[in-house]
Structure formats: structure tokens, C-alpha cells
């Protein structure tokens, strides 16, 4: 039995890797700061889960508080292994986004701690779990991250400092697998509070980014930043 630990899995990208890992066998905690929302989509799973013969554990709250992240780390411990940590939770901030010149200091402060802290937090308590495991680690970042978008530099500047952790964490522990995933554009309801108002039905539904997701669950891909909608691109320059 293979154990990941998913976050934000509620809905959008997190509630779509929840539901292809269950179907490939896996056993999962997931979390979300949205009780209602949480329960709903391990809901969804029951019977999914209970066909594949795995276990989906809900651990509603907020992944910058210490207390969640315990009871996050006793769910996994009831399984004794941890294979996957998708660190997925994100916060985008205000809807629509403020130029930096007006962008609220508190407010960049909680972008802060939910995006780039609070992974790295996660990665701290469940280290020990994940070495003996032999476990990997997939911390989903933006395009925001590496290229300048006006307004967007609160949200943009937090995925970037959690991909900079991250990759200093990959050269500071050379036998982990250490990934940035990019998912690209998608239909999520975070895209919609960041493009208040528009349509953006021409983005893709985030099952469009499960290939790459997946493969950077179960293949041998060396550490390192990846755009899941390239995928299998990636895979074929890399041999697999």
C-alpha cells in the first residue's frame, strides 16, 4: 500500500489528484481549510476507495496552523508510511489582485504563510516519515513564479520563494525526490477569483495536468521543476 498526503484537496487540482490517486490504489490523508467542502469530497471518494480497498482519511483546517499540522501527521502515522507529500494548499490573496504599491502588508504576510511557510513546515514535521518511506515530495508552484505578471506579485513572489525552498532542499537531500510542479492555466475556482468577472471557460479542467502529476508520483524523474501540461514531453527527453 502506497500512502500521499494531499492538500487543498477540496476541490480544483487537489480534489482531482485525491480521486486519480485512489483509483490507482493509493491510500490518502487529505485536508482543507473548508470543512464542508473537505467532507464533500471525501465523500466522493467513499466509494471509490472502498472498491480499491484503500482508506482516505479528512483532516479539515488550516495548514499554517501547528495544531492542523499535528493531527495531519497523527492521520498519517495511522498508516506508518508516507510515499507522497503533494503540497497543493494555496491562498491566491485579494480578489482582483492589487498592484504591489497598494498591496496590504497583512495580507502579503498570510499569502506568505500559507504558500511558501507552511509547505516547508509540513516538509519539516513529516521529513522522518517521508526518509523512511523513501518518499517524494511535489510542491506545486505557477508560471507567476517565474514570469512577471502585473498584480500579481503577491501570489507570484510567495510560489517563487517556495520554489527556491525547494530547491535548496533537493541539493540538501540528494536521496529524496524533490519536485516544483507547474500545473499551468486551469479551470479552478481560484483562477475565476483571480480573473473576477471573465470568462475563462477556455482553460482546461485540472484533470489535464493528472498525467504528469502521476508520473512524477510513481516514475524514477529526477528532481527538478516540471510543467505538467508538457508532460509526456519531459518523459521522452528524459528517456523513461
Known amino acids: 500500500m502506497k500512502v500521499a498526503l494531499v492538500t487543498g484537496a477540496s476541490r480544483g487540482l487537489g480534489q482531482a489528484l485525491a480521486g486519480a490517486l485512489v483509483a490507482e490504489g493509493w491510500s490518502l490523508v487529505i485536508d482543507g481549510r473548508d470543512p464542508d467542502a473537505l467532507h464533500g469530497a471525501a465523500a466522493?471518494?467513499?466509494?471509490?476507495?472502498?472498491?480499491?480497498?484503500?482508506?482516505?482519511?479528512?483532516?479539515?483546517?488550516?495548514?499554517?496552523?501547528?495544531?492542523?499540522?499535528?493531527?495531519?501527521?497523527?492521520?498519517?502515522?495511522?498508516?506508518?508510511?508516507?510515499?507522497?507529500?503533494?503540497?497543493?494548499?494555496?491562498?491566491?490573496?485579494?480578489?482582483?489582485?492589487?498592484?504591489?504599491?497598494?498591496?496590504?502588508?497583512?495580507?502579503?504576510?498570510?499569502?506568505?504563510?500559507?504558500?511558501?511557510?507552511?509547505?516547508?513546515?509540513?516538509?519539516?514535521?513529516?521529513?522522518?516519515?517521508?526518509?523512511?518511506?523513501?518518499?517524494?515530495?511535489?510542491?506545486?508552484?505557477?508560471?507567476?513564479?517565474?514570469?512577471?505578471?502585473?498584480?500579481?506579485?503577491?501570489?507570484?513572489?510567495?510560489?517563487?520563494?517556495?520554489?527556491?525552498?525547494?530547491?535548496?532542499?533537493?541539493?540538501?537531500?540528494?536521496?529524496?525526490?524533490v519536485y516544483v510542479a507547474d500545473p499551468g492555466d486551469l479551470r479552478t475556482q481560484m483562477h475565476q477569483e483571480a480573473f473576477p468577472g471573465e470568462d475563462i471557460s477556455d482553460r482546461p479542467l485540472p484533470e489535464v495536468a493528472l498525467p504528469g502529476l502521476l508520473a512524477l508520483a510513481r516514475d524514477e524523474h529526477p528532481s527538478g521543476r516540471y510543467q505538467l501540461q508538457s508532460y509526456p514531453d519531459w518523459a521522452v527527453k528524459a528517456g523513461v
Open 44 to 177: 466522493e471518494l467513499a466509494a471509490a476507495s472502498a472498491a480499491a480497498g484503500v482508506q482516505v482519511r479528512a483532516i479539515s483546517g488550516d495548514v499554517t496552523d501547528g495544531e492542523h499540522r499535528q493531527a495531519v501527521l497523527q492521520a498519517v502515522e495511522h498508516f506508518g508510511r508516507l510515499d507522497l507529500l503533494v503540497n497543493n494548499a494555496s491562498l491566491l490573496g485579494p480578489s482582483p489582485q492589487p498592484a504591489l504599491a497598494e498591496y496590504p502588508l497583512d495580507v502579503l504576510r498570510r499569502v506568505y504563510e500559507v504558500n511558501t511557510v507552511a509547505p516547508l513546515a509540513l516538509i519539516q514535521l513529516l521529513l522522518p516519515v517521508l526518509q523512511a518511506s523513501g518518499g517524494r515530495i511535489v510542491d506545486i508552484t505557477s508560471d507567476a513564479a517565474v514570469e512577471a505578471y502585473a498584480g500579481w506579485g503577491g501570489y507570484g513572489s510567495s510560489k517563487a520563494a517556495l520554489e527556491a525552498l525547494t530547491r535548496v532542499l533537493a541539493e540538501e537531500m540528494p536521496a529524496l525526490r
